[in-house]
């Protein structure tokens, strides 16, 4: 028993000094080296983890909502389970079609993923397209990216996501794409900051001496080193996308009715809520824990992967 | 103390527009049963005390709307006031023989006050679109109440004429902060001279 666990506390002491090891012997080593330090440095910081974790348990509740939620999130017995209290049958109680509000929550969590990542996947690209190309380019083309930048950052991005949402109609797809349209000009103003700081270094000078295209030295050498500043930034702004998202859904210009969409949720429990009032507590509560879990784990990834903001 | 009045500026610019649809039955809320504060909407009222009714109305709704951007200011002064600290002139004025608050006070707040002024106006941006939902459950008939009101009925031109009310009113507070920063920060002044 002592043995066996003496080993395994070498192997570990082992895997340590070849992760830490100060001469990898292969690029793979270097690569593993490198993420496990990226790694320790986040692991120090508690609330990161602790944000990580829920942000994994809401991807992991969203995975397998058929099998978590107790009832259906669609169908409620209006007769006899409208708006009952919490209990052990139903956990945050029942809203006013009588339907499960645990059941709903863990199915909102299903929407709540898919706008986040879709806007993370629409708007991060976007900006960082704009912003390396009118950083990299500069002149007449860095001034006219940089004028539509600074037209969308002059409206506060609910009122815009709103008039989108007012031109596009409403409906969860549209509010992905408005929240989308609004949230990459900070992105394209860091990649361009970091783009300006990059552009006069040696190393783009010798791969330009080499007789790289621009359009290779931005997508190649210029681009990969602006992903992990963006990535950081779109983390902290999960908080906000998510938000933003249940404020249309609250104003009845995100999702519809009946989908278990949490600020739509919130909009409906609001009609009840001096006598019934866990029907808008529960997404109230889980919208505020995914959105502080959110700026958590930012706030780690932004000491771990920002090599300036750690020393 | 300040937010209350932004709110009250945008909330009494919102009262300038004509407001066909602005009756919305009284939200619910914990006001109505613990009778602390009145309860929102605001009465239509003809007596002489119009405005301080209107301001114990705007208490609650301000207050909840002010906390948005309480935070964000709250943890930019710590930043800044962290920066600041670290810096020579601090023990300087310690050594001196100022008390610890004493140095904080007199000597790093004032520093932090200047880029304080643009963090203050770029939350302005978040009490704009707060104010579209804190208005929407408090039923004040402000600007984003008539924006909610317009665009649940599909009103694009009124949808159109809030949202470039709200842009510009935006854009004048981030150049009257960049402004304000110019004329208290003597670096950026000596600048814009060369």
């Known amino acids: ?311 | 103390m300040g937010l209350a009045w932004a709110t009250l500026f945008a909330s009494s610019l919102g009262a300038q527009l004509p407001q066909q649809a602005s009756f919305i039955p009284a939200p619910s809320g914990l006001p109505q049963q613990s009778r602390l504060l009145p309860a929102p909407p605001r009465p239509p009222s003809f007596a002489d005390q119009i405005a301080a009714n209107a301001f114990s109305h705007l208490i609650l709704p301000s207050s909840i709307l002010g906390y948005f951007s309480l935070a964000y200011i709250a943890r930019m002064t710590r930043s800044f006031m962290i920066d600041q600290l670290s810096q020579e002139y601090v023990t300087a004025a310690r050594i001196k023989g100022n008390s610890y608050w004493g140095a904080v006070w007199r000597h790093a707040f004032p520093n932090i006050l200047v880029p304080l002024i643009t963090v203050v106006g770029l939350s302005y941006a978040s009490l704009l679109e707060g104010a579209v939902l804190t208005e929407t459950v408090f039923a004040w008939p402000g600007l984003g109440l008539y924006l909610t009101n317009s665009l649940q009925n599909a009103d694009m031109n009124a949808v159109l004429g809030a949202t470039i009310i709200v842009g510009s009113i935006f854009v004048g507070l981030n150049l009257l902060s960049d402004l304000l920063y110019q004329m208290l920060d003597p670096r950026t002044r000596a600048m814009v001279r060369r």
Not at chain 1, 21 to 29: E, L, N
Not at chain 1, 47 to 74: E, N
Not at chain 1, 165 to 185: E, K, Q, R
Not at chain 1, 293 to 300: E, M, P, R, Y
């Open chain 1, 1 to 311: 028993m002592t043995s066996t666990s003496e080993a395994a506390r070498r192997a570990d002491e082992n895997l340590h000094q070849w992760l830490m090891s100060d001469r990898p012997r292969s690029r793979r080593q270097a690569a593993f080296g490198r993420a496990y330090a990226t790694w320790r440095t986040f692991a120090r910081n508690r609330l990161a983890v602790v944000g990580l974790l829920i942000v994994i348990g809401l991807a992991l509740t969203a995975a397998f909502a058929d099998v978590l939620s107790p009832y259906s999130p669609y169908i409620g017995d209006l007769r006899t389970t409208r708006l009952l209290p919490p209990s052990t049958a139903h956990w945050f109680g029942t809203d006013d079609q009588g339907r499960d509000i645990l059941s709903r929550v863990i199915f909102g969590s299903r929407i709540t993923l898919f706008v986040v990542g879709l806007v993370a996947i629409l708007a991060a690209p976007i900006g960082l397209a704009v912003g390396t190309l009118a950083g990299y380019s500069g002149g007449l083309i860095d001034a006219a990216l940089m004028r539509i930048t600074d037209i969308f950052l002059a409206f506060p991005r609910l009122i815009l996501a709103l008039a989108f949402v007012a031109a596009l109609g409403p409906g969860i797809g549209n509010a992905v794409i408005a929240i989308a349209l609004t949230s990459w000009p900070p992105y394209a103003r860091i990649a361009r900051a970091e783009t300006l700081t990059l552009r006069q270094a040696d190393y783009i000078s010798a791969v330009r001496l080499i007789g790289a295209s621009p359009w290779r030295i931005v997508w190649r050498h210029i681009m990969p080193l602006c992903v992990s500043s963006v990535i950081v930034r779109v983390t902290l702004d999960m908080a906000g996308i998510i938000i933003t998202a249940a404020g249309l859904g609250f104003l009845g210009l995100g999702a519809q009715p009946p989908s278990p969409e949490w600020g739509a949720m919130i909009a409906n429990g609001r009609l009840y809520v001096l006598d019934h009032w866990w029907v808008a507590a529960a997404p109230g509560a889980a919208i505020f824990i995914v959105s502080l879990a959110f700026n958590f784990l930012g706030d780690g990834l932004r000491d771990a992967l920002d090599p300036k903001a750690s020393k």
